[in-house]
């Protein structure tokens, strides 16, 4: 549990994390000023988040930690922690703390956009709404946790970090 909080910790206080977040907050709040006399606040809030960010959450769900656990791969540090952390785990742990940070990294930006257009006008249909604040959490979670997948199979530096975006982008092809 110690392992897991320590690292959350090294999370928040990687600048990577509040890149990740501005840049989330900075295509939200611009898909929302360019729908902003259209439409009302429901509307609004859904919209401002069909411009830019289907595009840019997996790179921005795993900008957080792929970057730092492929440095961590570079220095070897992380096969210390292996031998530190004896009892086995360490990869579930890591697994976990990675997910926890993609998540963070979309839901946060998603939560502020919720409240400031509740604060519009009321939003109405509040169950559909707190859906899309999940998917939020889900899909920054499974993004940040296929990245941390890619670090086990190759050795480059930013393939983790583009990746779900590439993984993602096929799968929206093959669907049209």
């Known amino acids: 549990m110690r392992f897991i909080v320590t690292d959350l910790k090294r999370i928040f206080t990687e600048p990577a994390y509040y890149i990740s977040v501005v840049l989330d907050l900075f295509l939200l ?36 930690y792929a970057v730092m656990i492929m440095q961590e791969k570079e220095t070897r540090y992380d096969t210390l922690m292996k031998i530190k952390l004896r009892a086995g785990g360490y990869e ?13 990294a979309l839901f946060i930006p998603q939560l502020i956009l919720f409240v400031v ?9 509040f169950p559909y709404d707190f859906s899309v604040l999940m998917m939020s959490l889900t899909f920054g979670f499974s993004y940040a946790v296929i990245s941390y997948g890619l670090t086990f199979v190759n050795r480059q530096r ?12 096929v799968r929206w092809l093959t669907l049209l």
């Open 29 to 64: 709040f611009g898909g929302m000023l360019s729908v902003m006399g259209t439409c009302d606040s429901e509307m609004l809030y859904l919209s401002s988040q069909s411009l830019a960010l289907p595009f840019v959450a997996p790179v921005l769900a795993a900008m957080p």
């Open 92 to 104: 579930l742990r890591r697994m976990l703390t990675c997910g926890i940070s993609g998540a963070a």
């Open 117 to 125: 257009c509740t604060f519009m006008d009321g939003i109405k249909e």
């Open 158 to 169: 930013y393939v983790p970090l583009v990746m779900p975006s590439y993984s993602s982008s």
